[in-house]
């Protein structure tokens, strides 16, 4: 209780608002009860519609692996990752796999009865229970040395404006979907306070600039300065939402087909200004889960920054012998590799705050899909690549397992947290326990 009294009392004596209240709570000088234990973190990330398996998984087992070319964005980052092969969905029941994919992905369990009709013979509705992120969420919030304002944040990258089984992966619990901010102004507004007026973002600095100095003379030299890079943080992406909506303004919106989102050729822009977002949210203690959603189950970006002028999932659907065409999914799903590598990227060169190391020595991200490949729409061989060292998995291996059930992998996640759970999602794919090998 003393403790909760020095951080009202703190609080109260300097006037500090709730926009830097988070970032100014996990600053080590000041001690506070999220300071006492190590801050581990989860990111899961999601590209739809499968990989090339040949371009894709590494050929051999153990630390001596080689990064296929979907995979070599990681190359920096080879000794901090994990590939695991032989990962498969096995959840049945209603929905197509494309619907089972996403919806039992995090689920680990199957979806209700719907009257969403897919590829198959039976609709489907939500999944029947929580996600693995939200779980460990919950794991999190309820003690004090874990606690964070909003405990995960849901990032989204041109996800369609319909909800629908297809578009959401994280939930809160049975028939509850959570739907990701695709928007990084709307991400912003709600890490760092509401604005009055879309069109004319007020600088949010003008509400928290007083505060961040008032802390400043209360701590050392080391703090000072992430108070400086936060503050420079924050003005750098007011600056590039101004330029990003100005942008916008500057020439007619084209018409797209339907699904496909008005941003999508601003998609390496937005990715960029949500990472960033995730990372300094990460730093500001304000969330230790998020997850970062690129389009939907059945996503149809069509991605011509490099060159792809086809449909995502129309191309995913091309069998082998076009080679063409599997030429540009390999390139499609490096591209998302290359956005996986700078997460890392930024996560490794952010120290950790209060603490040793780097935010990537504390985060594990796991870069995933709803199927192991799209023309066969196989949920056997789900890509699981995991980055960072937040978990003390056994990093910098290539691991293959004989089918084993994912529900296995989504345990030893909430494990890695300390969160001993014995089943998650259906039981009867818990098996003996989370996924072996993986410390």
Request: aromatic share 8%; proline share 6%.
């Amino acid at each position: 209780m003393a403790l909760r009294r020095t951080r009202r009392e703190f609080v109260r004596d300097l006037g500090i608002s709730t926009a830097a209240l988070p970032f100014v709570l996990n600053l080590s000088g000041l001690g506070f009860a999220n300071q006492t234990r190590r801050k581990q973190r989860l990111v899961v990330m999601f590209s739809p519609n499968g990989v090339v398996p040949g371009a894709f998984w590494p050929d051999e087992e153990g630390e001596k692996f080689t990064l296929k070319e979907s995979l070599k964005p990681l190359a920096p980052f080879q000794s901090r990752t994990l590939v695991l092969n032989g990962v498969c969905d096995r959840v049945r029941g209603d929905g197509d796999s494309h619907m089972r994919g996403i919806g039992c992905l995090l689920t680990g369990v199957e979806l209700f009865p719907g009257n969403v009709q897919g590829g198959s013979h039976t609709p489907a509705g939500w999944a029947s229970g929580l996600s693995v992120d939200q779980e460990i969420r919950t794991h999190l919030q309820k003690d004090p040395a874990t606690r964070t304002r909003f405990g995960s944040l849901e990032f989204g990258v041109m996800v369609p404006d319909r909800a629908d089984t297809w578009t959401r992966m994280v939930y809160s619990g049975p028939n509850k979907p959570v739907a990701p901010v695709d928007d990084p102004y709307q991400m912003f507004a709600k890490l760092y306070g509401r604005t009055k007026d879309r069109e004319l973002l007020k600088s949010v600095l003008d509400d928290v600039r007083d505060d961040l100095k008032k802390v400043g003379g209360a701590v050392g030299a080391a703090d000072r300065k992430l108070l400086d890079e936060h503050a420079t943080f924050v003005r750098e992406m007011e600056k590039d939402l101004r330029e990003e909506k100005a942008a916008a303004a500057d020439h007619p919106v084209p018409q797209l087909e339907p699904g496909v989102k008005k941003e999508n050729d601003r998609i390496p822009a937005i990715s960029k200004m949500q990472i960033d977002l995730m990372v300094n949210g990460f730093a500001a203690d304000f969330a230790r889960v998020a997850t970062l959603q690129y389009t939907n189950s059945v996503g149809m970006a069509r991605m011509r920054w490099l060159g792809v002028t086809e449909g995502h999932h129309e191309l995913s659907h091309e069998p082998d012998k076009n080679e063409t065409a599997q030429d540009k999914l390999t390139k499609i799903n490096r591209w998302f590799c290359d956005q996986l590598a700078y997460l890392a990227k930024r996560l490794a060169e952010t120290p950790e705050p209060g603490g040793p190391g780097s935010l990537l020595d504390n985060t594990l991200i796991v870069w995933t899909n709803e199927l192991g490949k799209g023309n066969s729409h196989t949920l056997d061989d789900i890509p699981f690549v995991l980055v960072g060292n937040g978990l003390d998995f056994k990093m910098g291996r290539s691991v293959k397992y004989q089918k084993l059930a994912h529900n296995r992998l989504l345990l030893a996640l909430a494990h890695g947290f300390g969160h001993r759970l014995t089943r998650f999602g259906n039981p009867d794919f818990c098996g003996a326990g989370p996924l072996p090998s993986l410390t």
